[in-house]
Nanobody, 121 residues
């Protein structure tokens, strides 16, 4: 089995910064893309940022220029640096990993449980 564990959420004032981390562990052969998603109360889950295994990135328009996604492949960890935070960034942030499992190399997608980010004065 595979587990994804997020950390780094919390309460921050508008204009502040937070750095989220998501570590994958377990029977992993290879991780392809890793991504961050968020869901605010009463809204659907939306993609925030995605990073491929070779470092290609894609961002939601609402976070471009403020958020940066990165990853440490040997540690199976993805990060989300969030700067210039706004109240509308308040949500539960979840990571996911598109990967291949050991020993079968079967493809699967796993999700973390999420971490709360609240931006408020």
């Amino acid at each position: 089995q595979v587990q994804l564990v997020e950390s780094g959420g919390g309460l921050v004032q508008p204009g502040g910064s937070l750095r989220l981390s998501c570590a994958a562990s377990g029977s992993i052969f290879r991780i392809n893309a890793m991504g961050w998603y968020r869901q605010a109360p009463g809204k659907q889950r939306d993609v925030v940022a995605v990073i491929t295994s070779v470092g290609g990135t894609n961002y939601a328009d609402s976070v471009k220029g403020r958020f940066t996604v990165s990853r440490d492949n040997p540690k199976n960890t993805v990060y989300l640096q969030m700067n210039s935070l706004k109240p509308e960034d308040t949500a539960v942030y979840c990571c996911n990993a598109d990967l291949h499992l050991l020993p079968t190399k079967h493809h699967s997608v796993y999700w973390g449980e999420g971490t709360q980010v609240t931006v408020s004065a």
